[in-house]
Structures are given as C-alpha cells and as structure tokens.
C-alpha cells in the first residue's frame, strides 16, 4: 500500500506552527508496511487544495489528509473532498448532538457555523475523536482509500490510534511490516561512525541510516519483511552494531538517560554528586527534571572558575597551573572533591572547551575530559566534541550520564575510559 499525507493549513507553510505530524505519521504508517511516497502542506485554499487531492488520488492508494475539519470559513477539507469525489454533504444529526454537548458541558456558547462541523461527505465512515469535536472520516472509493484527521496534535494522535492502526492492519492482511532499532550515541562524528559500520552499509534489507543531531548521532536499522524475520533480521544487525560502537550508545529506542540512570542508581542503593565545568550545571538539570531524582541526586558544584575548582572542591593550585583546568588530573580531583564535599557514593565531574573560543592547537574546542570516581577507584575519559557551543555541551552531558550508566549496570566497557 503506498501512501501520501496532505498537511493542510496556511499556518504550516508560513512558519507559525512546526508540522509535527510528519514524523509522527510517517513512523506510524512504516512500522504498519505501509510506503510513504510524499508529504505535501498546502494552504487554506480551494483550488490549490483541490489540485493537490486529485494528483494524490493518481498516485497512491492510502491518501491521509490532516486538518481543516473545523466550522470556520477556512476549513476546506471536507469539501474539496466531496467535491473531487461527487459526492453531497449530509448531515449526521448524532455528530450535531456530539458537538453541541462538546460546548454546553464546557461552559461555552454555541457558534452559529457549528452545523458545519457536522456535515460529512455522503457515504463517510466515521471514527471518534476522544478529546475534540470533530470525528475522524473515511473514504473508501473503489481502490482508494482516504482518510481525514483532526489537525491539533492533541486531537489528531488519540484519534489515530483509536481507528487507524486497526483499519490498516485489516486491510493490509498478513503482509510484510517495517521494524526498526534506534542507537544513540555521543562522542564520534557522523563519519566516524560511518566509518566504523562501511561494510554493515552495503545492504538493503536490513539497512542502516544516519542523523547527526546536536549533542548526538543517530542511527537507524530498518528491516522489511514478514514480522518474524524483520524482527530476526533488526535484532541480527542491531547486535553487530552494538559490538562496534559499544560505550558510545547512551540510548536506544525510546530511552531517555536521565531516566536510565535514576532507575539504575536507584536499584543499587547508590547516591552520586556532581563537578559540572563546561556543562554549567546541564546535567544537574537533566537529573533533577526525572521525579524522585532527590532519593540519588545529592548536590552539585559548578566550577566554572578555576578559584572554585580549587576552593571548593580542592584541587590543588599547582595542578591547574602544570596541567591546566582541562586534563585529565583535574577532571580526576574534581570527581573525587565533588564525592568528598557532597557526600555522595559517586563524584562525576566535566571540565571541558565548549567555545567558539579558548581553544589551542593542543587544546581544541571540543576537548572535554569526563571522570567518575566511588570510593576506591576514579576513571577518566578524553573526548573531542564537534559542533557548536550547544551541541558540545548537549554531547558531553549525554557521555556524563552513559559513564555513569557503564559503571553501574556493565562495567566491563569502562575499559574504553582510562583509568586512574
């Protein structure tokens, strides 16, 4: 089944509004084996909305229409619908009586042009829209099936999987789906990654693809087949991939590292305080914004200056001045004062150069030491961070939180960081 989701409304093409229905559909409609061949946004305008629909109904089998449902003057879709189809507007009189309680029961008058939003194209079937007004339609006409969605995202995702996903699946049959993995890393470029996986590359199905993102790069293994053997053939790849880019995964899927590493601290018992230089106190925040991050997060320093370095968290002058505020020794003491002075089990520290300036040829911006300490051993890693000041800062937050993640739940792969 091939596809093609028309965004409508004016607000999209002149940047009021980011369209982020195309990810969400586009994903959606791929995990079902359904092809995407175009996303087009066009205007709250009738004629070029009539001149997208029909193009459309030419190429692809399964049209998704989002938005323009509405009673005010500009929502056009059920019309233009109707109108390239031949077919009447009727109305249902149990949407009318939908759409006057929608109001009554919020305390709010009713329009005069709500009778609009409940008129649909003669021989729609409709699906219910759990937290609006306007109800889902579908179309089907000889092969083609089309059907329309609310456009707030709040409305449109609850209306979607109440019908769709089901409606799809039973169409489709038993045919092949599109499964993917996500790995996201830090601390390499989109070409060292590249690199790293060429020979992985070459094939098809399964294949890979690659998103560098601030602070992160992605990549994306994707199979096409009966469910069983794309499953089989994901989690095949996915385990090579795994093997080849080991501590530099800081999340898979859907997990979210901040998360990660509360549950984790928290099944072990364990507590840890932060140093944050270059970060500016980035990584207290992404810990702090988990609920229930007090039962591990004790506290933590931002030693932005080389007097609170020494001051606070006791590094000792003489090795700011031979080593300087980005190395390895003192990332190393910052970790153990931070532990020391909060008393945590565990000391995380980030020293780092996040420009645009202060860099050096020995010292490049981008260079960024990360070191973890508990109460008998510390371990450091050098890294060098690409991108502008925000993308270093994100990236170097992301490998803070996969050290801690390494040392807690598999710490065979702190090998990759030096030890003290």
């Known amino acids: 089944m091939r596809a093609e989701i028309i ?22 409609l791929s995990k079902m084996g359904v092809e995407t061949l175009l996303h087009i946004a066009v205007g709250d305008s009738r004629e070029r909305m ?69 008129f649909f194209p003669e021989g729609a079937r409709l699906f219910d829209n759990p937290v609006g007004s306007a109800p889902g339609i579908l179309i089907e006409r000889n092969t083609k099936k089309i059907i329309c969605l609310p456009g707030p995202p709040k409305e449109l995702i609850p209306t979607f999987e109440g019908f769709v996903p089901a409606y799809l699946v039973k169409s489709l049959g038993q045919g092949e789906v599109t499964l993917t993995a996500l790995f996201r890393l830090t601390g390499l470029t989109e070409p060292d990654v590249q690199d790293i996986l060429s020979d992985l590359c070459l094939a098809e199905n399964p294949g890979i693809a690659f998103l560098a993102m601030p602070g992160e790069v992605q990549v994306r293994i994707s199979a096409r087949a009966a469910e069983p053997e794309a499953k089989r053939l994901v989690a095949e790849l996915a385990e090579k991939v795994e093997a080849r880019l080991g501590g530099y995964i800081f999340a898979r899927d859907e997990d979210v590292p901040e998360e990660l590493v509360g549950s984790l601290l928290l099944g072990r018992g364990l507590t840890i305080g932060l140093a944050e230089s270059c970060t500016g106190g980035l990584i ?8 229930g991050s007090s039962h591990y997060l004790l506290g933590g320093v931002v030693a932005y200056s ?43 520290s980030v020293t780092g150069i996040a420009g645009p300036d202060g860099g050096s040829d020995e010292k490049p911006v981008g260079l960024v030491y990360i070191a973890l300490a508990d109460r008998t051993d510390a371990w450091c890693g050098k890294f060098n961070f690409a991108g502008r000041r925000e993308s270093i800062r994100r990236g170097v937050s992301n490998m803070a939180l996969n050290m801690v993640k390494l040392y807690l739940s598999d710490k065979e792969n702190m090998s990759t960081l030096k030890r003290s």
């Open 7 to 28: 965004f409508t409304g004016t607000e999209l093409l002149n940047g009021q509004v980011l369209n982020t229905h195309g990810r969400y559909l586009g994903e959606k």
């Open 50 to 118: 009539t001149e997208v629909f029909c193009s459309a109904l030419l190429r692809s089998d399964l049209i998704i229409i989002t938005g323009g449902l509405g009673p005010t003057t500009d929502d056009l879709t059920k019309e233009v619908v109707a109108e390239v189809l031949g077919l009447s507007m009727v109305l249902d009189e149990a949407v009318l009586e939908k759409v006057r309680s929608y109001f009554i029961t919020r305390g709010r008058s009713i329009p005069e042009c709500i009778r609009k939003e409940a």
């Open 284 to 291: 207290a925040g992404r810990l702090t914004a988990v609920p």
């Open 306 to 348: 080389n007097m609170v370095k020494e001051k606070v968290l006791g590094v000792p002058a003489q090795i700011l001045e031979r080593y300087g505020a980005v190395s390895k020794q003192t990332a190393l003491l910052m970790a153990k004062g931070a532990r020391d002075l909060i008393g945590s089990d565990l000391g995380l």
